[in-house]
């Protein structure tokens, strides 16, 4: 694809991305998106041939924009701990800068509306989660004795609520405190019983 026709594909998506994060799926239309993006109905169409096409295209391009951010923390000289920890926050402050990011969780929660299985994305995040878990009981960190399957699926249940009632109660102003007082919440039951105590940041 062209780089002119990628720069355009992008704009729709985060349009779309912002219009759906502001209304939901629902209440967006193409008008509306075209509009958002700054593009023709005709650009539009020669990129998606519908709402749910577009809708699915956000979701795949949030899911893309978070999994690039969690390799370079994956990959970093950090403790397992440390990365699982980190890449929360890199989540939390998302949802907070990335229009693409706020739209494609809207999405994800309203995905019955438009007939998308959403699954993938949840469960790439805890598959990640429980290799980082299994790593850091290796490491020491995490007790050895911890279910690391059973505490990644709890982990990201935990995660999403915070950030669900942070949306309802504040527009997540207070997302980042609520991500650290869930780590507060779960470091004592992760470390209780290690071989060492990490010193988490």
């Given at each position: ?26 209440n ?16 539009l ?5 519908s ?35 980190s ?38 995040w805890i ?75």
């Open positions: 694809m062209q780089q002119r026709a990628q720069d355009t594909r992008l704009a729709v998506i985060e349009g779309a991305a912002r219009v759906f994060a502001e209304i939901g799926y629902g967006a239309s193409l008008a509306d998106i075209t509009k958002r993006a700054g593009v023709t109905k005709g650009a169409y020669f990129h998606f041939t709402k749910r096409e577009l809708a699915l295209a956000v979701i795949d391009e949030q899911h893309a924009l978070v999994q690039s951010a969690g390799s370079e923390i994956a990959g970093s000289n950090n403790t397992a701990l440390e990365k699982i920890i890449l929360c926050r890199m989540f939390g402050q998302q949802l907070l800068d990335e229009p693409i990011v706020q739209g494609g969780i809207r999405l994800t929660f309203e995905a019955s509306a438009f007939q998308a299985d959403v699954s993938a994305p949840y469960q790439d598959n990640t989660t429980h290799q980082l878990l299994a790593q850091a009981q290796t490491e020491g960190d995490v007790r050895a004795d911890l279910d690391a399957a059973a505490f990644a699926r709890y982990l990201i249940a935990s995660f999403t609520g915070v950030q669900m009632v942070s949306e309802v109660l504040t527009a997540r102003a207070d997302v980042m405190a609520r991500i650290e007082q869930m780590w507060e919440f779960m470091l004592p039951t992760l470390t209780s019983g290690a071989s060492t105590q990490p010193q988490v940041p």
